[in-house]
């Protein structure tokens, strides 16, 4: 049974950062395309990050380039986002998601790319 179980959220001051951690089990993490997303309260999900499975591959929107930094631990399972410089904007429940598919070569920015999917973690960003 695949679990994602995010971490690391919480309420911040803008320009403040936080550090979001999601701890993969039941699945061939080292192999798998790995993104997070945020939904925000009457808005759609929405792409933040994306990672290629060895890492060397990231994608961002232009809402969070520059400011957010998507990474891996394929040793110990974990997938992080490192958020600097919130803003209020950046308020939402924040989800992991990962590929079923394994090695595949790219990264994936669309929801419906993903199988399986955290619970999410609410970052709270106070202006």
């Known amino acids: 049974q695949v679990q994602l179980v995010e971490s690391g959220g919480g309420l911040v001051q803008a320009g403040g950062s936080l550090r979001l951690s999601c701890a993969a089990s039941?699945?061939?993490?080292?192999?798998?395309?790995m993104g997070w997303f945020r939904q925000a309260p009457g808005k759609e999900r929405e792409i933040v990050a994306a990672?290629?499975?060895?890492?060397?591959?990231?994608y961002y929107p232009n809402s969070v380039k520059g400011r957010f930094t998507i990474s891996r631990d394929n040793i110990k399972n974990t997938l992080f986002l490192q958020m600097n410089s919130l803003k209020p904007e950046d308020t939402a429940v924040y989800y992991c998601?990962?590929?079923?598919?394994?090695?595949?070569?790219?990264?994936?920015?669309?929801?419906?790319?993903?199988?399986?999917w955290g619970r999410g973690t609410q970052v709270t960003v106070s202006s």
């Open positions: 998601a990962a590929d079923a598919t394994v090695y595949s070569s790219i990264y994936y920015t669309t929801a419906r790319d993903y199988e399986y």
């Open positions: 039941g699945l061939t993490f080292s192999a798998s395309a």
């Open positions: 990672i290629t499975w060895t890492g060397t591959g990231t």
